[in-house]
T-cell receptor, first 111, second 113 residues
């Protein structure tokens, strides 16, 4: 079974802090994705990566950056967290463009 | 990108059928998916349909695709309280070369005992 894990289920940070969200997948998938999920807005793609050290902006990249130094790990970075980044963050991976496998999500609260 | 729309809420009584609808704008989506998100969890793939199919049935789930109207639906027969969740439709426009899916806003299904 594909497993996608995220480093934290719940995280509370203060405005201005640097935040790292980690995602690891164990199925050698090329593609990895970061979404944020907000009520009434569904899933919005922040960034994705189709290979090590490669990254592409999604629909809402502002205020975020990513890092993919190893194939199995994709990190989302909030350089200076703001309250409007309070959200549920979901990581996913896929082989090719097919089915995406999701992690359990990280609920981030920025105070 | 593609716009994918869903109604936000649906309530049904236990034992009834649920129908969750989805409309999309880009007809190049070759694969169309339904994902389920239970409270506090990530998304799990429920089923998918290729764009050259009209219908797919998998136990209690029936997916209908109307390509002309760009309309996708998920029917859950004999809905149970365990079906209460958020359901997302998603499309993959393979012809564009994109590797990412386009998700709808999600429909929160509430099953009333």
């Amino acid at each position: 079974d594909v497993k996608v894990t995220q480093s934290s289920r719940y995280l509370v940070k203060r405005t201005g802090e640097k935040v790292f969200l980690e995602c690891v997948q164990d199925m050698d998938h090329e593609n990895m994705f970061w979404y944020r999920q907000d009520p009434g807005l569904g899933l919005r793609l922040i960034y994705f990566s189709y290979d090590v050290k490669m990254k592409e902006k999604g629909d809402i990249p502002e205020g975020y950056s990513v890092s993919r130094e190893k194939k199995e790990r994709f990190s989302l970075i909030l350089e200076s967290a703001s309250t409007n980044q309070t959200s549920m963050y979901l990581c996913a991976s896929s082989k090719g463009g097919n089915e995406q496998f999701f992690g359990p999500g990280t609920r981030l609260t920025v105070l | 990108g593609e716009d994918v729309e869903q109604s936000l809420f649906l309530s049904v009584r236990e034992g009834d059928s649920s129908v969750i609808n989805c409309t999309y704008t880009d007809s190049s989506s070759t694969y169309l998916y339904w994902y389920k998100q239970e409270p506090g969890a990530g998304l799990q793939l429920l089923t998918y349909i290729f764009s050259n199919m009209d219908m797919k049935q998998d136990q209690r789930l029936t997916v209908l695709l109307n390509k002309k109207d760009k309309h996708l639906s998920l029917r859950i027969a004999d809905t149970q309280t365990g079906d209460s969740a958020i359901y997302f439709c998603a499309g993959w426009p393979i012809q564009t070369g994109a590797n990412n899916l386009f998700f709808g806003t999600g429909t929160r299904l509430t099953v009333i005992p």
